[in-house]
């Protein structure tokens, strides 16, 4: 029988609707119920395509005995992550406060009042290397609320005492600067890794938002070691198991330093963010291999994670079934040196095996290798290689597929519609920017729908119940951005300020500092407030880099004030923690640059368009069209010189001399 999960949307929570435990979502029906039963509340936090969490719900949430103490003694509550960021976000600081750390699933044990008294992560179902079994620590929750009820109460109050005690983070004192922006770039250096690119040791993630950092601060300031590490870190990852291979699209991290053996789930979101930092890398440098790579990205996410509706999926599963029908991390990913034979036969198996690294021994299980491109294998046969990774990605489709997460999530396709919409004008992929903008349309019609505030997730065109967060505000805000600018449409302008207006309203506090929760949301035991970027933007800094690009294209003060209010953060982190405030560092680069403000009188797509598109001044705007109907503030009163399209570069609306020759304007925007 299925429990109340079968009637939301979010696909991690219908997972669990057949379960024999009975969850309830995240409600204020289920604290009631609590109250009224007079027990805790077991809060269960973890997202679709999370690796552990498939095995702890197989091994405790779909037992039976396990479930019967479950339901007997707790209200079990279920939270999807990516749905309810700003629950996950709470308890997560609770838990790495109480533990040192944290991750997913997590685990956490609330009073009626949703104040939480015991933590954890992953309980396996009998003791192991010190830690109880899940069964265990039931049992010693019910005990400590039955027998120590004060006891539970007063740690309960003073985990919340100590979260609401935290200093809030403010703005700070003024915009980061040349000083701040050199001493992030030193710690940058030291964290490097010189041998395999990329930062810090393994686990290993992709540093796209820091490469964004990279590449913004060498066009506009010239320092080649900005941008060598920048190349190099996109040429290892390009070439290592963490990039599919035959497919495109990048896995979620390396296991290891050398980029070999990924964890290979594939998000949404990491996949945007570097399909666009490829094309801006080949921007700056014209690498053939950063081109081939936000393509093939791209074409990934268009191809595996595209809606029905318009819309793009979150993720694809990190498991899927092998040969024996077993379920495993990897199994459609890998390759074994016969199952490169059966598929090529002997010559060219020896070849893809030289090519892509597949050893007899294996990088990865059971003699299996994830296939990249150790380089070692001398010149090779272009076409040869094509042919051999079109029968390979063929014979591979055959396999069973991963899993696929169908929600879509607000912030991440803002942020894969900028990606998309940019690619596409680049490298002259007009069905590219069709899919930004037909995502796009999804999010206003759905998303934003009749209520005028954006909804966080849908599914199937059905928007889901919770409200958006501040860096889904941002990141759509930011997408809107990235395609007005690509297809001249003045309207994504100005859905762009709407959601900012918001910003403004319901997101913004004292001194510029912002919150991930509007002022009207849910009340939590704590209002949540992260300026550092992870495994995407901020909400803080997403929203100060859309909040920098609008008031550019409209002038508007309060828009520029708030964004340089919300950098203050970036001033304050940026010297001491560079890796994980890379997006407000590219922010801050666009800052120091003006940003410049491109306006292209003439044609949509036209030569002088397409020139200041790919102009690589840090976060400059552009806006393109001709006519007595152009749709931006920017293009008011700028005149064709001698009936020729005629583009302006200005910087704080102060403009050079115009011109209609692309040359001239790819010099001015250190093209």
Request: charged share 25%.
């Amino acid at each position: 029988m299925a429990n109340r999960l079968a009637q939301t949307t979010s696909p991690y929570l219908l997972q669990h609707a057949d379960n024999p435990v009975d969850w309830w979502p995240w409600s204020p029906e289920a604290f009631e119920e609590a109250r009224k039963r007079d027990v805790p509340v077991l809060l269960s936090v973890g997202y679709a395509s999370c690796h552990w969490c498939h095995v702890m719900a197989h091994e405790s949430f779909e037992d039976d005995e396990t479930a019967a103490y479950l339901n007997a003694h707790f209200v079990p509550v279920k939270v999807d992550r990516e749905e309810r960021p700003d629950v996950d976000a709470v308890y997560m600081e609770a838990v790495q406060a109480a533990t040192g750390h944290g991750g997913w699933p997590m685990t956490v044990f609330l009073t009626p009042d949703a104040e939480p008294f015991y933590f954890g992560t992953y309980f396996p179902p009998e003791p192991r290397h010190g830690s109880p079994s899940f069964q265990q620590v039931l049992e010693g929750v019910t005990v400590a609320w039955t027998d120590r009820r004060e006891e539970v109460a007063e740690v309960a109050g003073r985990i919340v005492a100590d979260l609401a005690g935290r200093s809030l983070v403010h703005g700070g004192d003024g915009v980061p600067g040349e000083s701040e922006v050199a001493q992030a770039l030193l710690g940058l250096t030291r964290e490097y890794d010189e041998q395999h690119g990329g930062f810090g040791g393994a686990p290993k993630f992709p540093p796209a938002m820091v490469v964004e950092f990279l590449l913004r601060h060498y066009a506009r300031t010239g320092a080649e070691g900005a941008l060598q590490m920048a190349a190099d870190s996109c040429s290892a990852m390009a070439r290592g198991g963490i990039y599919d291979q035959l497919g495109g699209g990048f896995a979620r991290y390396s296991v290891d330093r050398e980029w070999i053996v990924p964890h290979f789930e594939k998000m949404l979101y990491d996949n945007a963010l570097l399909c666009r930092v490829y094309a801006h890398l080949w921007r700056a440098t014209g690498s053939d291999e950063a081109r081939r790579t936000a393509l093939e990205t791209a074409d990934f996410m268009v191809r595996e994670l595209r809606t029905a509706e318009g819309g793009f999926a979150s993720a694809l599963d990190a498991d899927s079934e092998d040969a024996d029908g077993r379920h495993v991390e990897g199994a459609y990913y890998v390759w074994t040196p016969e199952q490169l034979r059966e598929v090529l036969g002997e010559d060219d198996a020896a070849f893809a095996a030289a090519y892509f690294g597949v050893t007899e021994e294996g990088t990865f299980e059971e003699g299996a290798s994830v296939l990249r491109l150790p380089g070692d294998a001398g010149p090779v046969d272009a076409a040869r290689v094509a042919g051999v990774r079109a029968r390979l990605l063929a014979a591979r489709d055959e396999r069973p597929h991963p899993g696929r997460d169908d929600k879509v999530v607000a912030a991440w396709n803002g942020l894969a519609i900028a990606a998309l919409a940019e690619t596409g004008a680049y490298f002259d992929r007009p069905d590219l920017v069709e899919r930004a903008t037909e995502a796009a349309d999804l999010l206003v019609r759905v998303h934003l729908g009749e209520v005028a505030r954006l909804t966080r997730t849908s599914k199937d065109g059905r928007a889901g119940n919770n409200a958006g967060v501040l860096e889904d505000y941002g990141d759509v805000a930011e997408g809107f951005l990235a395609l007005a600018a690509v297809t001249g449409e003045g309207a994504w302008l100005e859905f762009a300020g709407f959601l900012l207006d918001i910003v403004l309203e319901q997101f913004t506090g004292e001194g510029g500092q912002l919150y991930d929760t509007a002022h009207d949301a849910e009340q939590l035991i704590r209002r949540p407030q992260d300026p550092t970027d992870s495994a995407t933007p901020s909400g803080w800094t997403a929203a100060a880099g859309a909040l920098l690009s609008y008031a550019a294209y409209t002038g508007s003060e309060a828009h520029r004030t708030a964004a340089e209010g919300a950098l203050g953060v970036v001033k304050a982190l940026g010297p001491r923690v560079p890796r994980f405030v890379g997006w407000g560092l590219a922010v801050a680069e666009a800052l120091l640059d003006g940003p410049r403000e491109v306006a292209v009188a003439g044609p949509v797509g036209g030569e002088l368009h397409r020139t200041a598109l790919l102009g690589r001044a840090p976060g400059a705007v552009v806006a393109a069209g001709e006519g007595a109907g152009v749709e931006f503030p920017l293009l008011v009163d700028r005149p064709l010189m001698g009936g020729e399209p005629t583009a302006y570069v200005c910087r704080h609306f102060v403009c050079d001399a115009p011109t209609t020759d692309a040359g001239e304007l790819a010099a001015k925007l250190g093209g």
